[in-house]
């Protein structure tokens, strides 16, 4: 079945990077996607990578894409403590259906 | 991108009761979907609404428990019926297209307690 798994919880101190690391099964997958959730918020869209593609940078954000392990990974570089958040990775499914992970919480220590 | 807006924010029931929750967008969306978020879990999808027809409930989820409409493509309400405390959970609204080149964007949740 589809399933998308990550890690739970992720430290890192302020200014170093971040490396969020996520799996899934359904190789049908077309769209993969990481988004942020901030206490008390709903779920804000920070960066997709399309299947075909093994990397995609914006800013701070580094996506990198393995498609033959099914292994998806978000870098957050210089890591700020405003980014203590919990990131979900998501797949769009061949059906159209986006299935979630748990999420990662990330702590950043000052 | 599309903004989304849920109401109530929060409520807190007594168990037995009903709650329908409101979700409004701010721009006309074909799908629209409603999940389920407790505490620590992933999203667990409920069901997905399209205008001018039932939703589609996921496994584990029925219409009885959680009747849904869809009048139009702005808005959706979906109602938790005769709750139990297993029911307290944060329900989030999300609204996007059928093409998988679209993402899904969120409404800020419900966070729903039963007693």
């Known amino acids: 079945g589809e399933d998308v798994e990550q890690s739970l919880f992720l430290s890192v101190r302020e200014g170093d990077s971040s490396v969020i690391n996520c799996t899934y099964t359904d190789s049908s997958s077309t769209y993969l996607y990481w988004y942020k959730q901030e206490p008390g918020a709903g779920l804000q869209l920070l960066t997709y990578?399309?299947?075909?593609?093994d990397m995609k940078q914006d800013q701070r954000l580094t996506v990198l894409l393995n498609k033959k392990d099914k292994h998806l990974s978000l870098r957050i570089a210089d890591t700020q403590t405003g980014d203590s958040a919990i990131y979900f990775c998501?797949?769009?499914?061949?059906?159209?259906?986006?299935?979630f992970g748990a999420g990662t919480r990330l702590f950043v220590k000052a | 991108s599309a903004v989304i807006s849920q109401k109530p924010s929060r409520d807190i029931c007594q168990r037995g009761t009903s709650l329908t929750i409101q979700c409004q967008v701010d721009s006309q969306v074909t799908m629209m979907f409603w999940y389920r978020q407790q505490p620590g879990q992933s999203l667990t999808l409920i069901a997905t609404?399209?205008?001018?027809?039932?939703?589609?409930?996921e496994s584990g989820f029925v219409i009885d428990k959680f009747p849904i409409s869809r009048p139009n493509l702005t808005f959706s309400t979906l109602t938790v019926s005769n709750m139990s405390p297993e029911d307290s959970s944060i329900y989030l609204c999300?609204?996007?297209?059928?093409?998988?080149?679209?993402?899904?964007?969120f409404g800020p949740g419900t966070r729903l307690t039963v007693l």
């Open positions: 998501a797949e769009k499914t061949g059906g159209f259906k986006t299935i």
């Open positions: 999300s609204g996007g297209e059928a093409a998988s080149t679209d993402t899904q964007y």
């Open positions: 990578i399309f299947s075909n593609m």
């Open positions: 609404a399209n205008q001018g027809s039932e939703a589609t409930y």
